[in-house]
């Protein structure tokens, strides 16, 4: 089968995002403005660069109470401060409550019974159960082509490990196996790692 974006694809449900996984989920909170916390999920997100660590996630849909882009993004251009919160396996359930669409001032952390904390170098919040979380200060939002498509970076200017997911001076994906994002409604744990030298 082939077929041209722009001409649709004529199945049940878009392929696309069912094509590019596992995705890995970047649980990301913001504090807005006026000090409402929020907590949302975002698979498309990743680690960008190592020195200064970056990362980026992006935002592709809209809510009517925020202008043309979500929660998220709206926080993060007001404040210029976000948190990525890694998601394992235990923390599936809450995550995927803190997904809905909800009413901008619904507290996900509330409304999903998650515990959280204060970040060290930004003032936000942290799921403070997370394996780990990175704290960042925003560098820059980039428009994409579409309707209320922006990318979102950020520098890490502080790392949370939860110190059993510490083996031999390691961060261990084992001790709490991460959770990625499938196509449509699925999801998957990683369980099975090994490892491969690059050539010389």
Known sequence: MFYRPEDGHGLPHNPFNAIVTPRPIGWISTRGAEGQDNL???SFFNAVAYVPPQVMFASTSAKPDREGTKDSVAN??????FCVNIVGEAQRDA???????????????????????ECETIACSRVASAPAALECR???IVALPG???????????GV????????????DPGTYRPLARMGYQD????????????PE
């Open 147 to 157: 309707d209320a498509n922006f990318a979102v970076f950020g520098e890490v200017t």
């Open 187 to 198: 999801y998957t744990v990683v369980r099975d790692t090994f490892t491969m030298k690059r």
């Open 95 to 117: 995550m995927n409550q803190s997904s809905g669409a909800w009413p901008r001032g619904v507290d996900e952390f509330t409304d999903a019974g998650i515990d959280r904390a």
């Open 40 to 42: 949302a999920p975002y």
């Open 138 to 140: 925003l560098t820059q």
């Open 76 to 81: 993060i251009r007001d404040t210029g401060l």
């Open 160 to 171: 949370h490990m939860r110190d059993d997911c510490l083996t031999d001076g390691f961060f």
